[in-house]
């Protein structure tokens, strides 16, 4: 049997993080108690949010622990269970970390169904960041037909959620994504009516020529320079979803403007967290999953082979590498 490799947070970063921040350490495969499951990961998700948990500095969620299994989003395949709701062979998600196994209690563990949906969807479109898609979206910027919808990073695991779903419910939606290919592929496949090269030196001419019609929600995911660019096109009572500042989590923080634009633009401005809205999963994930059966709804992963590569990931996730949803495949 192959031992556990493990993944753990060696040490904070003070700056960008960087792979030496964690330690590889390889122990014993463990054994599941009563009441246990034990869970051999195949696929590990990156997320940006993994950049604040790994800090200390104070947020929603408790940081990391050094010295400790790294945090994380992960699927996987039941290897024995001594808890009747799963049984060896079940294909689940749950929050595992980055290790090849992991043993659980269940709690936060769900079996999915991976023959019709790959498994490792479980962690992007059918899984978190599909709903926080799903709820940026109809939740705080509930669009109606006809408005003009913008989206950052349109092209990653959220923002292609966010994109798809806002077409089907007939906005017309316009992508911010890094350079040409991303774009190309946020107008040719996603449905994006256009894409703008945040890139471009002309970015912010970009933006004014393609929303002549202004911005009626925009679901903001980057921050910086292009959300800034993006406000200034805000229609009367726009709603913006705060879903994330990724540009921010290592550089300059993201202002906001002069508050006169919010006053007499009657603008809502909402952040919001996915985990804080639970019951609300079946529902989101019900409806994306009746886009994809529909055909209606794509995404793309960017996959790296071995558990010992999740730290160079992570870093290049925090900067921008990734096409799509960033995974590890567990080997
Ligand atoms: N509020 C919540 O509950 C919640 C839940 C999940 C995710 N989020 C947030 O949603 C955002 C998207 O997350 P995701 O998982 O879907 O990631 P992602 O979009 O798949 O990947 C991150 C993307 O951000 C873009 N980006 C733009 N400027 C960047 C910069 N300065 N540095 C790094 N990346 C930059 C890059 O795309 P381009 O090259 O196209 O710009 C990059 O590929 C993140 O801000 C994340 O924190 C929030």
New binding site residues.
Partial sequence: MPSNLQILLDHRPTDKVSPANFRVVETPVPEPGPGEVLVRHTFLSL???MRGRISDTKSYAKAQEVGAVMVGGAVGIVEASNNPRFKPGDAVVGMGGWQRYDVSDGRDLNVVDATAIPIQAYLGAVG??GV?AWYGLNRIIAPKAGETVLV????????SVVGQLARAAGARVIGI???AE?CAYAIEELGYAACID?KSLTFANDVKAAVPDGVDGLFE??G?EPFLQALRRLNDFARVAI?????SYQ?APTALPDMRLVLVKRVKIEG????DHMRLWPEAIGEIAGHIAAGRLKWRETIRDGLENAPQALVD????K?F???LIRVN
Wanted: proline share 5%; hydrophobic share 40%.
């Fill in positions: 997320d940006p949010y978190m960041p926080t950052s990073a349109a092209t990653g695991a959220v923002g994504a890094g350079g991303k945040h995911n980057v910086g879903c994330g500042l990724i540009a550089g919001f967290i996915v985990s996730l925090l900067r921008g990734n799509g949803k960033m």
